[in-house]
């Protein structure tokens, strides 16, 4: 490490101004650090001294090796994004199913019954009763029932 590296590292730790994860790591590389200086510590006294795991302290390790300071301090930011399930129109043709009075023989709309009907009326080619929980519950419906809670 260079001592320009282990001067930026000391910076964080004394300023304080950083997320917990970002000085612990920043501890973890200054303690790790075996160059001219630096207390070269092994992974088991840094993960006492630190009260941590020494998994956590080999992957730091690894992440600066690997990917350099920034990388073994900072997060990865999330690389995958969630696409919704259901645009704007199938979520009201959901809603307006689920606010629909049952099908003959059941009392109320199942989550099951509802995501089978969206696909006999193919509104969507599959989909789950689990997607269709969360749908209903962000828009508090209440299949069938009655009262609102």
Same mark, same amino acid.
């Given at each position: =490490?260079?001592?320009?590296? +282990?001067? +930026?590292?000391?910076? =964080?730790?004394?300023?304080?101004?950083?997320?917990?994860?970002?000085?612990?790591?920043?501890?973890?590389?200054?303690?790790? @650090?075996?160059?001219?200086?630096?207390? &070269?510590?092994?992974? %088991?006294?840094?993960?006492?001294?630190? @009260?941590? %795991? *020494?998994? *956590?302290?080999?992957? !730091?390790?690894?992440?600066? !090796? #690997?990917?350099?300071?920034?990388?073994? !301090?900072?997060?990865?930011?999330?690389?995958?994004?969630?696409?919704?399930?259901?645009?704007?129109?199938? #979520?009201?043709?959901?809603?307006?199913?689920?606010?629909?009075?049952?099908?003959?023989?059941? &009392?109320?709309? *199942?989550?099951?019954?509802?995501? @089978?009907?969206?696909?006999?009326?193919?509104?969507?080619?599959?989909? /789950?009763?689990? *997607?269709?929980?969360?749908?209903?519950?962000?828009?508090?419906? /209440?299949?069938? /029932?009655?009262?609102?809670?």
């Amino acid at each position: =490490m260079g001592s320009d590296q +282990r001067g +930026r590292l000391t910076r =964080m730790v004394r300023s304080g101004k950083h997320p917990t994860h970002v000085l612990t790591h920043a501890r973890i590389l200054l303690k790790a @650090d075996a160059s001219n200086g630096g207390p &070269g510590w092994d992974d %088991g006294a840094i993960a006492a001294a630190l @009260d941590g %795991g *020494t998994r *956590t302290v080999a992957r !730091v390790r690894k992440k600066f !090796v #690997e990917g350099g300071l920034d990388a073994a !301090v900072q997060r990865k930011k999330p690389t995958g994004r969630r696409h919704r399930k259901l645009d704007g129109e199938q #979520e009201a043709r959901l809603i307006a199913l689920a606010c629909s009075p049952a099908p003959e023989g059941h &009392g109320r709309w *199942t989550l099951k019954l509802l995501a @089978d009907r969206l696909v006999e009326l193919e509104v969507v080619e599959a989909i /789950s009763d689990e *997607t269709v929980r969360r749908t209903l519950k962000k828009t508090n419906s /209440s299949r069938g /029932s009655s009262s609102s809670g």
